[in-house]
């Protein structure tokens, strides 16, 4: 099947990601149908006259004055079935925070999940919290969950889409009894945005996690399983009014020390080690809003370096870019108003900003986005139709993108995006618009679709390759050449509880480029078909069963048939907290290098299981055929897995061991082609929800390459934050010199929110 063309980079994220609630709820994401539940469920937010005392026990006095709701309905895996246990939910507010308090009952309290872990960590937990409209459009929401130690989860949901990289300043607290667990939730209204109206209008779903047997999901209004729209079928907050959150100021200054070492020769053991001196470093972030709509932002020699590396991935055999997750804060905060159907915008090309800014305005159905930054060392994907490359560099570049968007009706909306990158002899433009329209309940259109103009950059020492661009007479090489671009996609949907599809076509010429975006293929078209059938017995083992399957044509730009594939599969959600996916290709076939391959027949699988609070295992890959994708490609067998066992022997020790192995052999001779294995380990152990210390160690086989990296962190909240840690990489070289440390780092870094 196409690995990576127009759209959006897919990454499977593993079956953890099913603790988000968007996956969780219900799996066919889909537009709603109406729902009267924000009219029938209201719960009325009590005034008070000052702040509470957090203890989560709910012992404050002023909780009493509170009118609770409960939840009473079983959404998984039941279809609006009475709750298992008894939830009740208090709301008050103040005039700077909205209060939220749960009385979780449990008539089996010993078999609660529950671990003090970092922020955004415990969604294997019991846990409970609120998704929250303060627009009161459907379109997007905030995520506050809660465990029953304060643990934080928070997320930022867009029209189905569940972005956990969001995080803002909240407070929680947890306590456990005999008769089950309490929270308390204080969400300053600073850190929320609402339209500047006396009275609000907020659409709320309350909701609580139960895991046992199943993974039961508890909420305050019944759910259709054939309205996903999750938002659309909450209730409504009433009574929260004259509440002005403007003129707030945020202020981020940081500072570091590193102190680095490495041999003179990476490649060569018998070359001396060295260590650097003592090196520092400093910068100032900085956020205003003025109302509640618009937000102002900047940062001033900002440390993008990232305390997380990023996970191991195997790239033997794939001859496209590899995408990697955003992890820096400057460029999360906000990332869902950037986000497109297309990547048309992807963050980690600015990569080393000497300064950037941020506007961001919303108001009623439109919003807006703005972000400009001078980087110091711009990267490339120089994509292609068969492969990619990707280029670092030093050159000097200035990044502007512009986002707008316009919302009618639930989840329905039209958007433009538009990037220019610029240095001092090239540039790259981008721009287009891109669509969500509901139309009979069930069925949408959706889209985008995106036009570049591109003048090279003159230096072919930087990057030289004589492939041309499909049939045109321009080249990859840096050589200076102007030549536009563009690229479409257009998909029509139908989803609903039982029976769902998705009809898509992608077309990009091949000589797209969007230097500010990951789109890695070019001189492509591709028609796909995929639908999906579940079914939800009752009384069984089975929670719920789905047969779906996939089909395409996949062409170059002059026509010429490169794929074609069809795949059949079923997905299984069992008791024990147990999924299964398994998918074969009885069609695939496939031209590379102009070399036709037929029957690259495989299937491929996946497994997770949470039993218990102290063990869950994910188990992946493919078994069959794959093309040797070198100057010379050839037909093997083969195979790529993953297995990854999470330990938890105590509430505060987390224990998380992966082992990826990649082989493959060729039908003809049986001759090796390549087998290596990435093998990587975590070790945390959690003082407080804020105080952690952490140990990765990880071994590539492919590049014989250890990394051992210990991190001790302390944070009061997301961004007021210190670290203290150390990165040590080794190198194995033949006998008889062996295992030898080629670069090391230690760091220190102090971070401070101050906010007004």
């Known amino acids: 099947?196409?690995?990576?063309?127009?759209?959006?980079?897919?990454?499977?994220?593993?079956?953890?990601?099913?603790?988000?609630?968007?996956?969780?709820?219900?799996?066919?994401?889909?537009?709603?149908?109406?729902?009267?539940?924000?009219?029938?469920?209201?719960?009325?937010?009590?005034h008070v006259s000052r702040e509470l005392e957090m203890t989560g026990r709910l012992s404050d006095p002023l909780w009493n004055s509170a009118i609770p709701v409960e939840l009473a309905y079983e959404i998984q895996p039941g279809e609006n079935t009475p709750a298992p246990q008894r939830t009740l939910v208090y709301l008050l507010y103040s005039s700077d925070r909205l209060y939220i308090g749960f009385?979780?009952?449990?008539?089996?309290?010993?078999?609660?999940?529950?671990?003090?872990?970092?922020?955004d960590k415990m969604t294997e937990d019991d846990f409970v919290g609120i998704m929250l409209d303060t627009y009161g459009t459907m379109q997007s929401a905030y995520e506050f969950m809660t465990n029953s130690y304060g643990v934080q989860f928070d997320a930022m949901m867009t029209g189905g889409n569940e972005d956990a990289s969001f995080d803002c300043v909240w407070y929680s607290a947890g306590s456990v009894s005999d008769s089950g667990y309490t929270a308390e939730l204080a969400i300053p209204f600073k850190s929320l945005r609402f339209p500047p109206d006396e009275k609000q209008n907020w659409v709320a779903e309350f909701i609580r996690v139960f895991p046992r047997d199943s993974r039961y999901i508890l909420t305050w209004t019944p759910i259709d399983r054939n309205n996903p729209c999750l938002l659309c079928q909450?209730?409504?907050?009433?009574?929260?009014?004259?509440?002005?959150?403007?003129?707030?100021?945020?202020?981020?200054?940081?500072?570091?020390?590193?102190?680095?070492?490495?041999?003179?020769?990476?490649?060569?053991?018998?070359?001396?080690?060295?260590?650097?001196?003592?090196?520092?470093?400093?910068?100032?972030?900085?956020?205003?809003?003025?109302?509640?709509?618009?937000?102002?932002?900047?940062?001033?020699?900002?440390?993008?370096?990232?305390?997380?590396?990023d996970a191991p991935q195997i790239s033997v055999n794939n001859t496209f870019s590899i995408f990697y997750p955003e992890k820096r804060p400057f460029f999360l905060e906000g990332a869902d108003l950037f986000s497109t159907l297309a990547s048309g915008f992807y963050s980690r090309m600015i990569n080393n900003p000497f300064a950037a800014s941020k506007l961001t305005l919303k108001s009623g159905s439109f919003s807006l986005a703005y972000l400009v930054a001078y980087d110091r060392?711009?990267?490339?994907?120089?994509?292609?139709?068969?492969?990619?490359?990707?280029?670092?560099?030093?050159?000097?570049?200035?990044?502007?993108?512009?986002?707008?968007?316009?919302?009618?009706?639930?989840?329905?909306?039209?958007?433009?995006?538009?990037?220019?990158?610029?240095?001092?002899?090239?540039?790259?433009?981008?721009?287009?618009?891109?669509?969500?329209?509901?139309?009979a309940g069930n069925y949408y259109f959706m889209g985008q679709a995106l036009f570049t103009d591109t003048r090279e950059l003159y230096n072919p020492a930087l990057f030289e390759d004589s492939r041309r661009y499909g049939a045109t007479r321009f080249t990859a090489t840096f050589d200076g050449e102007r030549f536009d671009g563009g690229g479409l996609q257009v998909d029509l949907k139908r989803n609903a509880r039982d029976y769902s599809f998705d009809l898509g076509y992608v077309t990009v010429s091949p000589t797209f480029q969007a230097q500010d975006g990951f789109i890695a293929g070019t001189n492509t078209?591709?028609?796909?078909?995929?639908?999906?059938?579940?079914?939800?017995?009752?009384?069984?083992?089975?929670?719920?069963?789905?047969?779906?399957?996939?089909?395409?044509?996949?062409?170059?730009?002059?026509?010429?048939?490169?794929?074609?594939?069809?795949?059949i599969g079923v997905q299984l959600?069992?008791?024990?907290?147990?999924?299964?996916?398994?998918?074969?290709?009885?069609?695939?076939?496939?031209?590379?290098?102009?070399?036709?391959?037929?029957?690259?027949?495989?299937?491929?699988?996946?497994?997770?299981?949470?039993?218990?609070?102290i063990f869950s295992v994910s188990f992946n890959g493919s078994?069959?055929?794959?093309i040797y994708r070198s100057d010379e490609p050839a037909l093997g067998r083969g195979n790529n897995l993953s297995l990854e066992v999470v330990l938890k022997p105590t509430n505060k020790i987390?224990?998380?061991?992966?082992?990826?192995?990649?082989?493959?052999?060729?039908?003809?001779?049986?001759?090796?082609?390549?087998?290596?294995?990435?093998?990587?380990?975590?070790?945390?152990?959690?003082?407080?929800?804020?105080?952690?210390?952490?140990?990765?160690?990880?071994?590539?086989?492919?590049?014989?390459?250890?990394?051992?990296?210990?991190?001790?962190?302390y944070k009061l909240n997301p961004f007021t934050v210190f670290y203290a840690g150390s990165n040590h990489g080794y190198s194995r070289f033949s006998q008889p010199y062996g295992m030898e440390r080629t670069v090391q780092q230690f760091f220190v870094k102090i971070q401070y929110l101050w906010q007004s």
Request: aromatic share 16%; proline share 6%; hydrophobic share 40%.
């Open 525 to 567: 078209r591709v028609l796909s078909f995929w639908q999906g059938y579940w079914i939800y017995p009752r009384n069984s083992f089975f929670e719920n069963i789905s047969f779906q399957s996939s089909s395409g044509l996949h062409f170059n730009g002059t026509g010429l048939l490169k794929e074609k594939w069809t795949m």
């Open 1 to 46: 099947m196409p690995r990576n063309l127009f759209r959006a980079p897919f990454r499977f994220a593993g079956m953890a990601a099913a603790t988000w609630f968007a996956s969780l709820l219900i799996s066919p994401a889909a537009f709603p149908f109406d729902s009267q539940n924000p009219d029938k469920f209201r719960i009325t937010a009590v």
């Open 377 to 439: 060392e711009s990267p490339f994907i120089v994509p292609g139709e068969e492969g990619s490359d990707f280029v670092g560099t030093s050159e000097k570049s200035l990044s502007n993108v512009f986002r707008a968007k316009y919302d009618f009706g639930s989840e329905s909306f039209i958007g433009t995006l538009l990037t220019s990158r610029n240095f001092s002899a090239a540039h790259n433009y981008v721009g287009g618009l891109d669509w969500n329209f509901l139309f």
């Open 103 to 119: 009385k979780a009952f449990d008539t089996r309290p010993g078999l609660m999940r529950a671990n003090i872990t970092d922020r």
């Open 623 to 626: 078994v069959g055929r794959f």
């Open 234 to 309: 909450g209730g409504r907050i009433e009574g929260i009014g004259q509440i002005r959150p403007g003129g707030n100021l945020e202020l981020l200054p940081y500072a570091m020390g590193a102190q680095t070492g490495s041999k003179e020769d990476t490649e060569d053991p018998l070359s001396p080690f060295s260590s650097g001196p003592v090196t520092g470093r400093g910068g100032l972030g900085l956020k205003y809003a003025p109302s509640s709509n618009l937000v102002l932002g900047a940062v001033v020699n900002p440390d993008f370096s990232q305390i997380e590396s």
């Open 654 to 713: 987390s224990i998380d061991v992966s082992y990826s192995r990649s082989s493959l052999w060729s039908l003809d001779n049986d001759r090796l082609f390549y087998d290596g294995y990435i093998t990587r380990g975590i070790f945390a152990y959690q003082f407080s929800p804020g105080f952690y210390m952490r140990l990765i160690a990880q071994y590539d086989q492919f590049g014989k390459q250890l990394q051992v990296a210990p991190l001790m962190t």
């Open 573 to 613: 959600q069992l008791k024990g907290q147990t999924y299964v996916w398994v998918d074969f290709l009885p069609l695939n076939d496939e031209m590379f290098h102009s070399v036709s391959f037929e029957r690259i027949n495989r299937t491929e699988f996946n497994i997770y299981s949470n039993p218990s609070s």
